[in-house]
């Protein structure tokens, strides 16, 4: 068994193990407090226009209001996981035990063969009222299937209700929608600016093919009718093939429904299977690169002994990486917990984990910025740690700032620019303030600095990060988002002016009517037919209500902030170990220049994956079909 599942609820959870409902559970309950701090301080923050208004003490009462009736709320859904998780475990434990017991192995003397199963056979007998039974069947353990077998039996099935929960949203924003990065790279493949490396190359390349398509039968909007198309089939591939692993590992009924219901009908996730987006495309190479690496902690990395899966994880792994910027991090950490899980498979684990990522860094990065000229750019994202909240103590009290401190961030940063620019939703603004080519010792200067400011100022370092994290973790009215359902907001007057600036080989009075030719082919794909306004009205109208199902925090924060409880709380180390790639997705997320609803595309759709390990009973013997 992969983390000695009967061992450690049993003894971390003596009654879940004797089969009685915990009615209170200490990591819930955790969990519901962390759960209070977070709705108070969201509510704070979002209702005082990030700080900008004041604190009144009516704001403070109808915030506490809110966030204990909120934290009961927690505090029931994490009960009601966790008793789910150690009944099917704890079933899974005693039916499977008593089925894979040889006959041929001995018995203690004055004991029958039936006897050491005894106790769990009579926690394993299905209830007789037929309502019960049926719950029952629902709510316990499956046996494992081999991933074979349960693709064999449900990929076509799972691949076509994934399919069939997206057609009206398909049908609603076809010929889908674009996200601004996205018009910044075809400007790069339509050759109007030189190829950055700001935006992934791999992505950029990508979508270039579809647009060199559109052009060549046209029209633009051909290429991005053709990306849709392309786009929806790969993810619902990938959703089909994380099902079929769901299913491999021998969850209840139910909660398998609930993971098919999940990438075939939630918002979070059917939203985004239209849109032309790096982060979209990213999810095509990390959801099976998802899958893998919790296969590899699961198995104690013996999984990659075969090598069809090797070479598909080193594949997958440079995948991942060329696609996306942040996902170098993301994985080096995630390998290094998953190091500590494979034990005697360590040293093949972590070869095929460096050859991923040497392909991606040492092979396809030079390779493709050779290739395609590409200007390399600094990635200046993390520095906004530093950079928001000097910005804030600035525009708010710059006195605060002595000389000392405004020379060591001389050599990195203008500060009285941060200060004059300062956002506080978001870093961009203060990082531009950078000094260009900054040295190593002007950085660590700065670092002194900003730790120095922080310790005079720790409230205004407070708010200035809560400006820009809050929204992940807060669930309440106007922490919620609709996705795009066209792409002619991209279009307004204001972008078409920033759009002019990348035709850097048209004269300058006339970038912006070239500007308008160039993308003319792409306009219109607001112009619909009333039953889809209609349809894309109503998504925005719950979103406008506070609908707390279209809130990032519910999906960034809480479903993670539970599932470690639990995990935590039965000590189960090797699902806590393969769930680090999870958490470190979100940890990339807090550390972001900005809440923003395109960021976690990847999280919304591996995280099935994850919240389906507390299901997980012993590793039995698998039938093959």
């Not at 009290?397 to 200060?419: T, Y």
């Not at 999280?603 to 013997?621: M, N, W």
Request: charged share 15%.
């Amino acid at each position: 068994m992969s983390d000695n599942v009967v061992a450690t609820v049993g003894a971390a959870n003596p009654r879940a193990a004797a089969g009685h409902i915990r009615w209170f559970d200490p990591a819930a309950l955790i969990v519901a407090i962390l759960g209070y701090g977070i709705d108070f301080a969201g509510a704070i923050v979002n209702n005082t226009r990030l700080f900008e208004d004041p604190i009144t003490d009516q704001l403070i009462r109808e915030s506490a209001q809110s966030g204990i009736l909120f934290s009961v709320v927690v505090y029931v859904a994490a009960l009601a996981a966790y008793n789910w998780a150690d009944f099917s475990t704890r079933s899974s434990a005693a039916q499977f035990a008593r089925q894979d017991a040889p006959a041929a192995v001995g018995t203690p003397a004055g004991q029958s063969e039936s006897q050491p199963a005894q106790a769990d056979s009579q926690s394993a007998q299905p209830p007789r009222n037929p309502i019960l039974r049926a719950l029952n069947v629902c709510l316990r353990a499956r046996r494992p299937i081999t991933f074979k077998a349960s693709l064999r039996k449900y990929f076509l099935l799972y691949w076509l209700a994934t399919l069939l929960g997206w057609s009206l949203w398909i049908a609603v924003t076809w010929p889908g929608a674009m996200r601004d990065d996205t018009i910044a790279q075809f400007m790069q493949t339509s050759g109007n600016i030189r190829y950055y490396t700001q935006h992934p190359l791999l992505d950029t390349i990508v979508f270039g093919w579809f647009w060199r398509f559109g052009a060549a039968t046209g029209s633009l909007m051909n290429g991005l009718a053709a990306y849709t198309v392309a786009q929806v089939l790969a993810l619902s591939l990938c959703c089909a093939f994380a099902l079929c692993y769901i299913r491999k590992l021998g969850l209840p009924f139910l909660a398998s429904l609930l993971a098919v219901l999940y990438y075939a009908l939630n918002y979070v996730v059917v939203g985004g299977v239209t849109m032309m987006g790096k982060d979209t495309l990213h999810v095509i190479a990390m959801l099976p690169t998802a899958v893998l690496f919790v296969e590899i902690c699961r198995t104690r990395g013996r999984v990659l002994r075969r090598w069809p899966v090797a070479t598909a994880f080193i594949l997958l792994v440079a995948l991942s990486v060329a696609s996306k910027r942040t996902a170098l991090m993301i994985l080096v950490l995630a390998f290094a917990f998953a190091l500590i899980v494979v034990r005697g498979n360590r040293k093949w684990f972590f070869a095929c984990a460096m050859a991923g990522l040497v392909l991606a860094q040492c092979v396809w990065g030079p390779l493709s910025v050779m290739a395609t000229d590409a200007a390399v750019t600094e990635s200046r994202e993390l520095y906004g740690v530093i950079t928001q909240p000097v910005g804030r103590v600035q525009a708010k009290n710059p006195s605060a700032i002595s000389a000392h401190d405004r020379e060591l961030l001389k050599g990195f940063m203008d500060v009285e620019g941060a200060g004059d620019r300062y956002n506080p939703s978001r870093t961009d603004e203060t990082v531009w303030s950078l000094v260009p080519h900054a040295s190593t010792a002007a950085k660590w200067d700065a670092v002194r600095a900003w730790a120095s400011i922080g310790l005079k100022n720790p409230a205004d370092y407070v708010m200035a990060y809560a400006g820009t994290t809050m929204n992940w973790a807060y669930t309440g009215k106007g922490s919620n988002f609709t996705y795009p359902t066209d792409a002619d907001y991209l279009f307004s007057e204001s972008y078409m002016k920033q759009w002019a600036t990348f035709m850097t080989h048209t004269p300058q009075d006339d970038r912006l009517p070239a500007a308008y030719r160039l993308l003319g082919d792409l306009m219109g794909t607001s112009n619909k037919a009333d039953w889809q306004r209609n349809v894309a009205e109503s998504v925005r109208r719950a979103a406008d209500q506070g609908n707390r199902w279209m809130s990032i925090g519910l999906y960034v924060t809480y479903v993670p902030m539970i599932l470690v409880g639990y995990l935590i709380s039965r000590r189960r180390w090797v699902a806590l170990g393969a769930t680090s790639l999870l958490l470190l997705t979100v940890a990339s997320l807090y550390a972001s220049p900005i809440v923003l609803f395109w960021y976690p595309a990847s999280e919304y759709f591996i995280l099935p994956l994850f919240t389906a390990l507390p299901f997980c009973g012993t590793e039995v013997r698998p039938r093959s079909s």
